[in-house]
């Protein structure tokens, strides 16, 4: 199955257009099209994300069902923040991800079980590191990154994304090829339609041409919005 979504700006909040495609068809499950209040949108997110384990009853178990089922943050201000650091650590500049590591701390402050935030924080240190200067060693960043990773784990254990995350870690931080495996696999059974999850298998599993990276390429292509 695949959710389809278009947002536009509107007049008076953002226009939403949603389909859920059955398989690799062009059937659609259920659509919908709607504006929404900037105010709603988690609200909104909530109801879509219900509809579809619904809809979905047949292929999913309980674990799935969590997964898509689960909120980011009930804090509409905390997940501004996010969204913002988020386009701020992508520059690969360390000021600008330097001021997504902040803006990811205050969305923290604002709601502490907000999983996904500590887990962006990694993609900010990340680019801290590869493009600035900590002023701390490789296993000292390291220690960092698998600190905010066990905080997301913490609050949620079902973050699928987190587990790749730590592979990735694992991968490039520690060249701890058997570990990072294990951590790629749990992340594949909780978070098997996550792009990010893909993404971080076949940066992985580049390192040693692995051939099994042709799919993850390809799941790659397919799940990540445009």
Same mark, same amino acid.
């Given at each position: 199955?695949?959710?389809?979504?278009?947002?536009?700006?509107?007049?008076?909040?953002? %226009?939403?257009?949603?389909?859920?495609?059955?398989?690799?068809?062009?059937?659609?499950?259920?659509?919908?099209?709607?504006?929404?209040?900037?105010?709603?949108?988690?609200?909104?997110?909530?109801?879509?994300?219900?509809?579809?384990?619904?809809?979905?009853?047949?292929?999913? %178990?309980?674990?799935?069902?969590?997964?898509?089922?689960?909120?980011?943050?009930?804090?509409?201000?905390?997940?501004?923040?996010?969204?913002?650091?988020?386009?701020?650590?992508?520059?690969?500049?360390?000021?600008?991800?330097? @001021?997504?590591?902040?803006?990811?701390?205050?969305?923290?402050?604002?709601?502490?079980?907000?999983?996904?935030?500590?887990?962006?924080?990694?993609?900010?240190?990340?680019?801290?590191?590869?493009?600035?200067?900590?002023?701390?060693?490789?296993?000292?960043?390291?220690?960092?990154?698998?600190?905010?990773?066990?905080?997301?784990?913490?609050?949620?254990?079902?973050?699928? @994304?987190?587990?790749?995350?730590?592979?990735?870690?694992?991968?490039?931080?520690?060249?701890?090829?058997?570990?990072?495996?294990?951590?790629?696999?749990?992340?594949?059974?909780?978070?098997?339609?996550?792009?990010?999850?893909?993404?971080?298998?076949?940066?992985?599993?580049?390192?040693?041409?692995?051939?099994?990276?042709?799919?993850?390429?390809?799941?790659?292509?397919?799940?990540?919005?445009?």
């Amino acid at each position: 199955h695949r959710l389809e979504c278009k947002l536009r700006p509107a007049a008076e909040g953002v %226009d939403v257009e949603m389909r859920l495609m059955r398989g690799g068809g062009k059937d659609a499950l259920w659509s919908s099209r709607r504006t929404v209040k900037e105010g709603d949108l988690l609200g909104f997110i909530a109801q879509v994300a219900g509809r579809t384990a619904d809809s979905m009853g047949d292929v999913l %178990d309980e674990t799935d069902r969590i997964a898509i089922t689960r909120n980011k943050t009930k804090s509409p201000e905390a997940l501004a923040l996010y969204l913002k650091a988020h386009q701020l650590w992508q520059s690969y500049r360390p000021a600008e991800a330097e @001021e997504a590591i902040r803006l990811l701390d205050r969305a923290i402050a604002l709601d502490p079980d907000f999983a996904f935030a500590y887990l962006e924080k990694t993609y900010a240190l990340e680019a801290i590191a590869q493009f600035g200067n900590l002023g701390q060693s490789l296993d000292q960043i390291f220690e960092r990154f698998s600190k905010e990773i066990d905080r997301a784990l913490a609050i949620d254990p079902y973050l699928g @994304e987190a587990y790749a995350r730590r592979g990735h870690l694992l991968a490039y931080g520690k060249y701890d090829l058997e570990g990072a495996r294990e951590q790629f696999r749990r992340a594949k059974e909780l978070a098997p339609y996550s792009w990010q999850v893909h993404f971080l298998v076949q940066n992985a599993l580049a390192m040693i041409n692995d051939p099994s990276i042709v799919f993850h390429a390809s799941r790659y292509r397919e799940l990540k919005p445009d």
